[in-house]
């Protein structure tokens, strides 16, 4: 098991910025795939970022192409999603995720998952 501490949610306006931050603690986070979902209210939980265990590989959902960039300091344990461009239909909570299979955009296939932070973009 490994624990997931998220942080850096909040309001913004469209078209602004966020980073999301995740630490996690408990297992070598150099070896795991990590990733990024989200959860809009009355939605399933989405795929929206993926990065191999060493930073050098990523994945995004189409939605999210070109506007966030998932990254990972492992170092320091954590985690990254840079969010620009923000539009309102990017409010949802975002959840990072621990996972073991390679760059998987499925969400079964991550075991651990953070405690979500609410991200919300007004007009």
């Known amino acids: 098991q490994v624990q997931l501490v998220e942080s850096g949610g909040g309001l913004v306006q469209a078209g602004g910025s966020l980073r999301l931050s995740c630490v996690a603690l408990g297992h070598p986070f150099s070896r795991a795939t990590m990733g990024w979902f989200r959860q809009a209210p009355g939605k399933e939980r989405d795929f929206v970022a993926t990065?191999?265990?060493?930073?050098?590989?990523?994945k995004y959902a189409d939605s999210v192409k070109g506007r966030f960039t998932i990254s990972r300091d492992n170092a320091a344990n954590t985690l990254y999603l840079q969010m620009n461009s923000l539009k309102p239909e990017d409010t949802a909570v975002y959840y990072c995720?621990?996972?073991?299979?390679?760059?998987?955009?499925?969400?079964?296939?991550?075991?651990?998952w953070g405690q979500g932070t609410q991200v919300t973009v007004s007009s």
């Open positions: 995720a621990y996972g073991s299979s390679y760059l998987s955009s499925r969400a079964y296939d991550y075991g651990d």
């Open positions: 990065i191999s265990g060493s930073g050098g590989s990523t």
